[in-house]
């Protein structure tokens, strides 16, 4: 099986005393130990660097610590799915076509590159937001 996740699933990986820590690493380790295959987004990754390096932890995460974990723990587990501009503008259009505004769209590029992974699964901790927009795969979007 192929598994893809979200960036609110690395985070919580990442964090150890984040409250979704746990589970979210159980979901992951799945693809860690090679068992099934993972999939993350090519923006997922700069998101997780950007909210790992913003978090208002003590002490901070340093951004060598960020990029280390998607370096050595991401990306030795996980195909990096990227969009091109044709997907982007897809996006964007049903984006306006459904009436949707502000950072939903970030949630709609995940689903897309989901979408292009041919992934089983897909582990978010925004699942409302995910079924809300692509209802047609629901079976497929669950926390971990």
């Known amino acids: ?11 919580a990986v ?16 799945q693809a860690m130990s090679g068992r099934h295959s993972g999939a993350v987004s090519a923006h997922g990754l700069a998101e997780t660097f950007g909210i790992l390096t913003r978090l208002p932890l003590s002490p901070a995460i340093h951004p060598s610590e960020a990029y280390l974990f998607i370096n050595e723990t991401v990306l030795p587990h996980c195909e990096v799915v990227s969009l091109d501009s044709k997907d982007y503008l897809a996006i964007l259009e049903s984006a306006v ?5 502000g950072g939903v769209v970030y949630d709609a590029l995940q689903l897309r590159c989901a979408e292009k992974s041919r992934c089983d699964r897909i582990y978010t901790f925004n699942h409302a937001h995910f079924v809300r927009l692509a209802p047609t795969v629901c079976d497929k979007i669950s926390q971990p």
Do not use: E, I, N
């Not at 099986?1 to 985070?11: A, I």
């Not at 409250?19 to 159980?26: E, F, I």
């Open 14 to 29: 990442a964090v150890a005393h984040h409250p979704h820590h746990a589970v979210g690493l159980a979901a992951y380790r």
């Open 1 to 11: 099986m192929k598994f893809f996740f979200d960036t609110s699933v690395l985070v």
């Open 97 to 101: 076509k459904a009436a949707l505004r």
